[in-house]
């Protein structure tokens, strides 16, 4: 009862994932990624160690077919289990568990992997890659989410309300260009994970830069102004001496809107 997708981004080394189910917090259990060197994706009836196996493998250099062999070798229930893998050169590899009992299908192209279970149709995945293909002048987190929107609109699930999503891009240095999650939704996970996406991505470069040039980014004026008032407020000058230290910190107001 799971779609998802993940591709590579050839420009930049980013690897990315788009998924949703109506179970709960898909997003940590089934994906994983590494920059420059893999994804991988573990779903239906979730042991979320087999994921860890699956990029374990790509990250020291395995191929995508590779990674799915010595994965599938790593668990007794593997027939219970969907496994997909995209490796550092862009090539995929999926495994079925026999023990599916529904409609799944997955569907591929240069860069990228589509699968799903316990779907409404067997043209989920293939609508997904169509979109993602078709997206290619949009940025690759984008791509992502439009792919998965169209896996929602071929049909999806067949069973519903979609309750949990996620979409996952890697970046260089560790620190992921988004990370983003909807663990527990009432109507559509994906409908809520487009609109946590479009507001963060006017953030996404800040929250970088706090991560690789702290001292490049100002701080907020009202969250300074509002340290200050409650520091005084508690007696706790000489603890926190902020004022006495004020021209240590450079102070921005936020946009006008």
């Not at 860890?52 to 191929?63: K, Q």
Request: glycine content about 8%; aromatic content about 6%; overall charge negative.
């Amino acid at each position: 009862m799971t779609f998802s997708i993940i591709a590579r981004c050839a420009d930049t080394g980013a690897f990315g994932a788009a998924i949703t189910t109506s179970n709960l917090a898909v997003g940590s259990r089934c994906v994983r990624l590494a920059h420059g060197l893999g994804a991988f994706l573990s779903q239906h009836r979730t042991d979320p160690r087999l994921g860890d196996v699956g990029i374990a493998h790509l990250v020291a250099g395995s191929n995508a077919q590779t990674a799915i062999a010595e994965t599938c070798a790593s668990t007794p229930d593997i027939e219970w289990r969907q496994l997909a893998a995209l490796d550092a050169k862009g090539d995929s590899a999926v495994y079925h568990g026999r023990l599916m009992y529904s409609i799944y299908a997955h569907a591929s192209a240069a860069d990228c992997l589509a699968i799903g279970n316990i779907l409404d149709n067997d043209k989920v995945p293939a609508r997904m890659v169509e979109a993602f293909e078709r997206s290619h002048d949009r940025p690759f987190a984008d791509r992502l989410m439009i792919a998965l929107e169209a896996g929602r609109d071929a049909g999806g699930e067949i069973t519903g309300p979609l309750r949990s999503s996620g979409l996952r891009v890697t970046g260089a240095e560790g620190v992921d260009l988004c990370d983003l999650r909807i663990d527990s939704s009432k109507d559509d996970a994906v409908a809520d994970l487009r609109a946590l996406f479009d507001a963060y991505q006017p953030h996404g470069d800040l929250l970088r830069g706090v991560a690789f040039t702290p001292d490049n980014v100002p701080v907020s004026r009202a969250l300074f102004e509002a340290s200050l008032a409650r520091i005084r407020d508690l007696g706790l000058v000489d603890r926190f001496p902020t004022e006495k230290r004020a021209k240590d910190w450079t102070l921005q107001d936020p946009p006008e809107t």
